[in-house]
């Protein structure tokens, strides 16, 4: 299960979604209850509840799908689920973004691109597997 390809870009994707909670995807400033007053903010997975929900559901989704290496067609519809789960997220992070007043992108905003590019990685080779085996049935 380890040795194949699309396991490491499902466990690379796993981790890269996590580090979104602790990394920040953009830093800015915001007001303070309609007054002159800012602060500064960092914008995480936890910060709103569409990115926690979403985060979480990519997740899990990676994580299953790591486990799910006798069904492929299922691996294949998970990671396309996840391609649009992360990107689902990166919206969310874009428009929570332009609620800043001042909110510029932070390096760790690649996490998340590193998420949609895993899963990206996986399908590709899961989808390789899965020729590669009906090629061996041929052959039967």
């Given at each position: 299960m380890i040795q194949r390809q699309q396991t490491l870009w499902l466990l690379l994707a796993t981790i890269a979604a996590g580090?979104?909670?602790?990394?920040?995807f953009a830093t800015g400033e915001t007001l303070i209850d309609n007054t002159s007053m800012s602060k500064m903010v960092e914008l995480t997975a936890g910060?709103?509840?569409f990115t926690l929900v979403l985060t979480i559901a990519s997740i899990i989704i990676s994580t299953v799908t790591i486990f799910m290496f006798k069904?492929?067609?299922q691996q294949m519809w998970l990671s396309i689920l996840g391609v649009l789960v992360a990107s689902g997220t990166f919206?969310?992070?874009?428009l929570e973004m332009r609620k800043l007043t001042s909110g510029t992108p932070a390096l760790w905003a690649l996490l998340i691109v590193a998420v949609i590019f895993s899963f990206i990685m996986a399908?590709?080779?899961?989808r390789k597997d899965e020729k590669l085996v009906k090629s061996l049935d041929k052959l039967r």
């Open positions: 580090l979104t909670f602790k990394f920040p910060n709103n509840l069904d492929r067609k919206v969310v992070y874009i399908f590709r080779n899961i």
